[in-house]
C-alpha cells in the first residue's frame, strides 16, 4: 500500500449490537493501520451507550435506527423495529453520505453487514464501491442461501440436512431460525434475506480465515463477485501484533469486573479454571442456570462463571457463599484476556461466533452449550469439524443437565483423558493457523492489501 499515494476512505455500517460491531471495528482498525481511512457508523442510540477509546484512530459518524432514546429493545416488536431500522437507518445514511460530500470527503466504498441489504441500494444510488461484510460461518449462510433459494424447504421435515460442502446436519444442528421458524420470523427473515441482492455487491467478505470452512469457501467463490476472507477479527495483541496499542476491541456495552476476574486468574494454577460465558445476548432461564451451578460445584473445578446482572437472582441462594473458595461469579469478564489466561483449562461457551473465534484464536477448548440463531450450527462444527471441542446434550426440555455438562468438561480437564488431549492439540493447531492467516503475508492479511490496491488504482 505504501506505493499508493490515494488515501482510500470506507464508510462502515455495523448491525446494531455488540456481536456484529466487534468485528466490523476491528476491520476497520486493519484499514487504517494499512493507510486506509475508516469512518465507522453507529446507531445514535448505541453511540450514547458504548464506551468508545478516546485514543481512537477511526473516525465515528451516527444514523438513526428510529429509536434515538431507547434502541431497539423500545420497540413495539422485532418486526416494527426491523422495518424502522431499513426505512429511517436508508434515510439517515444517505444524509449522512450526502453531508460528509459536502465537507469535501470522497467515499471510495461502503462496507455494510450482510443484515443491513438496504445499505448497498443507498451506495449504489451515490454509485460508490459496495462490500458486504457476513459475520457468521460460511455453514450457517449456505443454510440461509439454500432457505433463500427454495433449496431447503422450512420447516424442516424431520430428516437430516444435506447440503455442498458440510457435514450432514439432524434438524437441530441448523441455526434455530431454520428448525424452529416460528419462534422469531422477524429475524429468520432478516437472516435469510440476507442474500436478496448480494449478486449486486462488488465485494464479499468473510469473517473467517481461508483454512477454517477451505472447502464451502470454494463453493462461496462461485456464487458471488470477489469472496475474500478477512479475519480472524480479533485484536492484534492476541494474533500478530503488529497493531500498536490494538488490545481490544475498543467500544463496549458492558463494562467488565477486570481487576476482579485477573486478580483472581492469577492465583489459579495452569490450565485449572473452567470459564462460563454465554455472550451479551442469550437469555438463560433459572432451571438451566441452577444446572450449570449444580454441575460446576459438583465437578470441583476452579471456575469463573459470568452471570448478568439481570440474571443473578436466578442463581441459587447459597451459590456464590458455598462456592467462594472454588469459584468467582461476575456480572461481565475482559473476554479476551480471560481466554489468554493460562490458568485457563476451557471455555463453556453459547458458541456466539464472536466467542468461537477468540477460543479459536488462543487456543482454548471449549464445552458447547448452543441456546439459538447460529450457535447449534457452530456447535456441530466446535466438535466434528475442528475437533476443538464437546457438546452438551439436552433433555426433552431443551435443558443441559448437569451430568452431561460435568461429564464434557471431566472429558477435557482430567489428565489422562485421550479425547481431552486431542481436543488441546487441535486448538493449539488451529490458533496457529489464525496467527497465520492475518499476520505479515498471510491469507487474510493480502486479501486486506488486494482490496485496498484495488480502490487506490
Given amino acids: 500500500m505504501a506505493s499508493n499515494t490515494k488515501v482510500v476512505h470506507a464508510l462502515v455500517l455495523p448491525y446494531p449490537s455488540q456481536g456484529h460491531i466487534n468485528p466490523l471495528l476491528q476491520f476497520c482498525k486493519r484499514l487504517v493501520s494499512k493507510g486506509a481511512k475508516a469512518t465507522f457508523v453507529n446507531s445514535v442510540f448505541l453511540s450514547k451507550s458504548m464506551h468508545a477509546d478516546p485514543k481512537s484512530s477511526i473516525n465515528f459518524e451516527t444514523i438513526s435506527d428510529g429509536y434515538d432514546e431507547g434502541g431497539w429493545l423500545s420497540a413495539e416488536s422485532a418486526e416494527i423495529y426491523l422495518d424502522n431500522l431499513r426505512t429511517v437507518g436508508s434515510k439517515t445514511l444517505s444524509e449522512l453520505i450526502k453531508k460528509l460530500q459536502d465537507n469535501g470527503q470522497v467515499i471510495d466504498v461502503v462496507i455494510y453487514d450482510s443484515f443491513l441489504t438496504w445499505a448497498l441500494d443507498v451506495a449504489k444510488e451515490f454509485g460508490i464501491v459496495a462490500a458486504a461484510f457476513f459475520t457468521q460461518t460460511c455453514a450457517v449462510n449456505s443454510v440461509y442461501y439454500h432457505v433463500y433459494n427454495g433449496l431447503l424447504p422450512v420447516p424442516l421435515s424431520g430428516s437430516p440436512v444435506s447440503l455442498p460442502e458440510l457435514p450432514v446436519l439432524q434438524p437441530e444442528e441448523t441455526p434455530s431460525f431454520v428448525y424452529r421458524p416460528e419462534d422469531n420470523p422477524a429475524f429468520r427473515d432478516l437472516l435469510v434475506n440476507q442474500f436478496c441482492n448480494v449478486d449486486q455487491t462488488d465485494w464479499v467478505f468473510l469473517n473467517i480465515f481461508d483454512k477454517l470452512e477451505e472447502n464451502l469457501l470454494n463453493w462461496m467463490g462461485k456464487l458471488w463477485r470477489r469472496v475474500r476472507t478477512v479475519g480472524p477479527t480479533v485484536p492484534s495483541m492476541y494474533l500478530d501484533k503488529r497493531l500498536a496499542d490494538d488490545t481490544g476491541y475498543g467500544i463496549h456495552l458492558s463494562k467488565p469486573e477486570s481487576s476482579l476476574c485477573m486478580n483472581w486468574l492469577n492465583r489459579q494454577e495452569t490450565g485449572s479454571v473452567v470459564y462460563v460465558s454465554f455472550g451479551s445476548w442469550s437469555q ?50 475482559p473476554q479476551l484476556e480471560v481466554l489468554a489466561h493460562e ?55 431443551g435443558i443441559v443437565r448437569k451430568e452431561s455438562l460435568v461429564s464434557c468438561l471431566e472429558e477435557i480437564m482430567e489428565e489422562g483423558s485421550e479425547k481431552g488431549k486431542l481436543i488441546k492439540e487441535n486448538a493449539a493447531k488451529w490458533k496457529n493457523l489464525a496467527k497465520e492467516a492475518i499476520d505479515e503475508g498471510g491469507s487474510s492479511d493480502k486479501n486486506i492489501d488486494d482490496f485496498l490496491a484495488d480502490l487506490a488504482s
Wanted: charged share 25%; net charge negative; hydrophobic share 40%.
Fill in 343 to 397: 490458568s485457563l483449562g476451557c471455555f463453556v461457551t453459547h458458541c456466539g461466533f464472536n466467542s468461537v473465534l477468540e477460543a479459536l484464536c488462543l487456543g482454548v477448548p471449549m464445552v458447547a452449550a448452543p441456546v439459538w440463531t447460529d450457535q447449534p450450527t457452530n456447535a456441530k462444527l466446535i466438535e466434528d469439524v475442528w475437533g476443538v471441542g464437546i457438546r452438551t446434550k439436552k433433555d426433552e426440555q
Fill in 284 to 333: 438463560i432461564n433459572e432451571v438451566q442456570i441452577e444446572e450449570i451451578a449444580s454441575a460446576l460445584k459438583q465437578s470441583g473445578f476452579k471456575f469463573l462463571w459470568v452471570v448478568r446482572a439481570f440474571e443473578k437472582e436466578k442463581l441459587p441462594k447459597t451459590f456464590t457463599e458455598e462456592t467462594s473458595d472454588q469459584g468467582l461469579v461476575v456480572t461481565w469478564s
